[in-house]
């Protein structure tokens, strides 16, 4: 019988709509010989639902749940939280609720693709230990150390010796601050210029900004963004027309630009749910005050994270783990964009990623040897991503540990791991695999979880030892056709009813085999360059490295 596997996607963070999209990404490319995927929507209010199919492949959340009954406003379900009834008849719409203590009953094994609070701090993975649920990924020290960001800079710096000047400002001590300029030139006299603001619990590069003007407007302006506020001048709100305001309303909604909904009326204290009551209550406030009125997200952060701007080679790099539990470093990918913020990661065409960063070998190995320094002592284990720096000095600086990686098929996890011979399908199986193993290690219903590992060896041994038929699929000549031979790829994979094979066709008829590296790449013309080029000595190096990982999958 195939493990059921519990897929949960969405959730309530900023990031829900790349959660959304990765949790497509595990059904599309789940090995379907060894797996049963049971696809497990959670809301924006943390509701588990055990979603119909028809409803996971829209352009977004919102364009599904909740039913928008205001055509002037796209909202998420935090703005029906004062109406429960409209929520309970929203869930039956899409699928069933499931509650915690049935989650036995749907499925064996929980695979977590959601990002950010709640559901990469440690929040879902205590509720499912609770439940006696097995979950991907990290446990609960590592997974709540990879989400504050303040606690994960003084780790690394204890384990690898990295140096990056920060400090830390509270929200009371920013709105006590009578003299802004004179805290701006504070902060800078102990970090430096230009800086960082950082919200410290957000993915994604939500609540990020980079500051290059040395201003005391521009400062003030950060901070409020990273900490989820918003200033509303209260004569600019009456000049607005109205189309205006509502297009403002809906940037405030929106959770990875905006503030999100709840919002709190500092003035008022009070709570509003939805834009449209928001509307008129700016209406009514502006009307009566010359004050701006100060907007601030149910979730906003208590303080910020200040650092110093670091210039250099921005690279983001995967840790596995081999059957030894030993970790194995993947080649540390270069991000080239004028700023790697959650547009660049994910809608950008314009960022463009070097496999592996275009350096000395000497540094790519300093790279591997900073990353190894804090994967252990940090708690991680099964996979974990870390971003980073390479200054021009030659210093590896650590920032951001990723401990459930973008699950999108073009994510860097996935584009790491074919660079050692890993397809997404045979990717996603190590994450359940290595994440049995993990939680074995937690002296928690170890007998079952035992069981569930033999049940799972048994049955990859089993589809190992099967002959397949043999199928052929052409990739070329056009970026479009190349897309298509990629998806057909994937999906065969996950079938498991043939052995699929790449070829590439070239306009002029001459054929070459591809190995899962290089079907990984963008485009056609980065496919050209790859082929044409003799393979990186430290590809073949890490490859090397990962034989124990790569011979079993």
């Known amino acids: 019988m195939k493990i059921r596997i519990g897929v949960f996607f969405g959730g309530p963070s900023r990031e829900r709509e790349v959660s959304y999209m990765g949790g497509r990404t595990a059904l599309d490319n789940i090995d379907k010989n060894l797996f049963e995927p ?11 639902i055990l979603i119909r199919r028809e409803f996971l492949y829209q352009d977004g959340i919102r364009s599904f749940y909740p039913q928008q009954t205001d055509p002037r406003f796209e909202v998420y379900a935090e703005s029906l939280a004062d109406d429960p009834a409209r929520i309970e008849a929203e869930i039956a719409r899409i699928g069933q609720r499931v509650f915690p203590h049935e989650f036995g009953e749907h499925f064996d094994f929980a695979f977590l693709a959601m990002h950010g609070p709640f559901c990469e701090d440690g929040a879902v993975q205590g509720l499912l230990e609770w439940y006696g649920v097995p979950y991907s ?17 003084v780790l690394m710096a204890s384990q690898n010796g990295q140096r990056k000047p920060m400090v830390t400002l509270r929200r009371d001590q920013f709105e006590a601050a009578t003299d802004r300029a004179a805290l701006f030139e504070k902060i800078i006299g102990e970090v430096g210029f230009p800086i960082v603001i950082k919200a410290p619990h957000q ?9 290059k003007e040395r201003g005391t407007a521009a400062f003030e302006a950060a901070l409020n963004q990273c900490f989820f506020s918003v200033l509303v001048d209260a004569q600019a709100w009456i000049d607005r027309s109205e189309a205006d305001k509502i297009a403002f309303l809906q940037r405030v909604a929106n959770v990875t630009q905006g503030i999100g909904f709840p919002v709190l009326i500092e003035q008022t204290q009070e709570i509003v749910y939805h834009p449209a009551a928001l509307l008129d209550k700016l209406n009514a406030l502006t009307a009566a005050t010359t004050e701006a009125v100060k907007l601030t997200s149910y979730h906003a952060e208590d303080y910020v994270l200040i650092e110093a701007f670091l210039g250099g080679q921005e690279f983001s790099c995967g840790i596995l783990q081999d059957d030894d539990m030993r970790p194995v470093a993947l080649p540390p990918t270069e991000i080239i964009a004028e700023t790697f913020d959650y547009e660049g990661k994910y809608k ?84 359940v695999r290595q994440s049995i193993r993990e939680r074995i290690l937690e002296g928690k219903a170890t007998v079952r979880l ?34 298509a031979a990629k998806a057909e790829f994937n999906r065969a994979n996950a079938e498991g009813q043939c052995q699929a094979v790449a070829v590439y066709e070239r306009p002029n008829g ?30 073949v190096e890490v490859s090397d490295s990962a034989k124990r990982i790569t011979a079993f999958y």
């Open 38 to 48: 049971v696809m497990i929507f959670v809301d924006g209010l943390g509701n588990f």
């Open 137 to 153: 990924g990290p446990g609960l020290i590592g997974s709540s150390i990879s989400m504050n960001k303040s606690v994960q800079n």
């Open 203 to 211: 993915g994604s590069s939500i609540g990020v900004v980079i500051l």
């Open 348 to 431: 950008s065409k314009a960022t463009r990623k070097n496999i592996p960063v275009e350096t000395s070998i000497e540094n790519l190995r300093k790279i591997h040897q900073s990353l190894l320094a804090v994967f252990e002592p940090l708690g991680f284990g099964v996979c974990v991503r870390i971003d980073g720096f390479l200054t021009p000095d030659g210093q590896v600086i650590l920032h951001d540990p990723n401990t459930i990686p973008g699950m999108s098929p073009a994510s860097l996890i996935f584009k790491q791991t074919a660079e050692i011979g890993l397809t997404i399908t045979q990717t996603i199986t190590y994450l």
């Open 450 to 483: 035992r069981q569930l590992l033999n049940r799972l060896d048994a049955a990859i041994g089993a589809a190992k030892a099967r002959t397949l038929p043999l199928k052929e699929i052409s990739f070329g000549p056009t970026d479009q056709a190349y897309a």
């Open 510 to 539: 001459e054929r070459t085999a591809l190995t899962v590296a290089q079907m990984s790449k963008d485009s056609i013309a980065d496919l050209d360059q790859v082929i044409s080029q003799p393979r990186h000595p430290f590809l």
